[in-house]
């Protein structure tokens, strides 16, 4: 077991970088990207469709970078570096948005898909750290851990935003433009515990005479995408994880914007909102995170894609649900306070079932492939992010953001039947036994 410092500037990278997906992709910036920047009232369909071709040509670029990065990383023992230059990254193009003015569409998705791409990857390169941090048991209490304070840190950072931004709309945009240096200077200041603390495991190797880190990388790539054949258990959950985080991403991307363009939501209740879904998702991950330890990896997992399944229900059928409960209970609330259940519901699913998938690939990861595995799962789960992002994208385009929420539902439904063949123990076998016949 890695010392408890170690561990804890680990999770403090999750703290950080919370703040830039809750403030840039979740809750202001999304919203302020397509009502105000693009502005194309009243079903802002073009605002939608330009933001989800943003977020998904972002993920593509991660697809394609994760794997290649994490085979260097693990053979140049460089993880560290490459997490240290993703995390500049972010901070330097999140704070750009800044200058952004409404109507300045290409400068605006140029930022978001340069500041996602560092964000999303630095995700991945994180993450491979996770398996030095002990025992393959205990890794679903240290995941769940990482992510309940990343939603802690994400809460923080809402909520000062909130105090000082006020709401998203035009005659408040100088100030609300403030969201992009705020949210990179808290992501610079609340990872520094990371880089203090967190220590490189991996040996580093120099590249063959007349070889490339870059060739090196591809080489070790194709070598690993073969070995993965071997690990059967793995696969199942990588295809499990890439329908299951299609829907994640789309709640992640699109939850705010539903909130203000279907539900038609107050400001106070977007305030609701925020502290609810961070507060959930906390307890969520860090609930399930020692539910993992006892129930096993793969059951938890289970558990949080049906919870899902309940969660995005609740969030199609609001308006049902509003008359439901006025009819059973004689309690008429607003459609937008109803929402706020379904927000509970999200709220625990979200932290849960990441922090799960997170430490399933742990669990199954041989030792010596951490950034290659985790790279796998990276690309995974943002080819996940470029097909759900981008398919809600061309489905609302066609039939309103409010009918199109329901390709959640689909998704989530194949990600458990995807993980059905999955054997956990099995899984964590074939890990060991190839270390065993690589030594």
């Known amino acids: ?67 290649l990065c994490g085979a260097i990383m693990d053979y140049t023992g460089s993880r560290k570096r490459f997490l240290f230059a993703s995390y500049l990254l972010t901070v330097i193009t999140t704070a750009l948005l800044y200058i952004i003015e409404p109507g300045w569409l290409t400068l605006a998705v140029l930022l978001i898909i340069l500041s996602n791409f560092a964000y999303s990857i630095g995700e991945g390169f994180i993450a491979s750290f996770l398996p030095d941090l002990g025992p393959r048991k205990a890794l679903g ?29 035009a005659d408040n945009y100088d100030t609300v433009r403030w969201v992009g240096p705020f949210a990179g200077a808290f992501f610079l200041i609340a990872a520094i515990p990371t880089f203090l603390w967190l220590k490189e495991r991996g040996a580093p190797r120099p590249a063959p005479t007349g070889e490339s880190l870059l060739s090196i990388g591809v080489r070790r790539v194709l070598t690993t995408w073969r070995e993965v054949q071997y690990f059967r258990d793995l696969r199942y959950l ?42 959930t998702a906390a307890l969520g991950a860090v609930g399930f995170g ?57 709220g625990a699913s979200l932290g849960s079932s990441q922090s799960a998938t997170r430490a399933l690939v742990g669990v199954l990861t041989p030792k010596g492939k951490a950034a290659e595995f985790f790279g796998l799962w990276g690309m995974a789960s943002k080819l996940a992010a470029v097909f759900g992002i981008f398919g809600l994208g061309i489905i609302q385009w066609g039939f309103g953001l409010a009918d199109a929420i329901v390709f959640c539902l689909l998704l989530f439904v194949v990600a458990i039947l995807c993980i059905l063949p999955m054997r956990e123990a099995r899984g964590a076998e074939a890990a060991e036994r190839w270390q065993d016949e690589a030594a």
């Open 1 to 67: 077991m890695a010392p408890k410092r170690e561990i804890f500037g680990w999770a403090m990278f999750d703290f950080a970088n919370q703040g830039y997906t809750l403030l840039i992709i979740t809750v202001i910036y999304g919203d302020l990207f397509t009502r105000v920047i693009v502005g194309d009232a009243p079903d802002y369909r073009l605002g939608n469709l330009l933001w989800s071709l943003a977020l998904a040509v972002s993920y593509l670029l991660v697809v394609v970078a994760n794997p």
């Open 141 to 169: 209490w240290i995941s769940g851990l990482g992510w309940g304070l990343g939603y802690i840190g994400g809460l923080v950072a809402a909520i000062f935003a909130l105090l000082f931004l006020g709401e998203v709309s």
């Open 238 to 279: 990588l295809v499990s994880v890439f329908f299951a985080m299609a829907g994640v991403y789309i709640i992640i991307a699109f939850s705010f914007i539903y909130g203000a363009q279907v539900i038609g939501w107050d400001e106070d209740v977007r305030v609701y909102m925020f502290i609810i879904v961070q507060i």
């Open 290 to 346: 020692w539910l993992q330890s006892h129930i096993g990896a793969r059951t938890t997992y289970l558990i949080t894609l049906a919870l899902w399944l309940v969660a995005i229900m609740a969030i199609w059928q609001t308006p049902a649900l509003t008359v439901l409960i006025g009819n059973w209970f004689g309690v008429f609330w607003e459609a937008q306070y109803v929402f706020l259940i379904a927000g509970v519901l999200a």
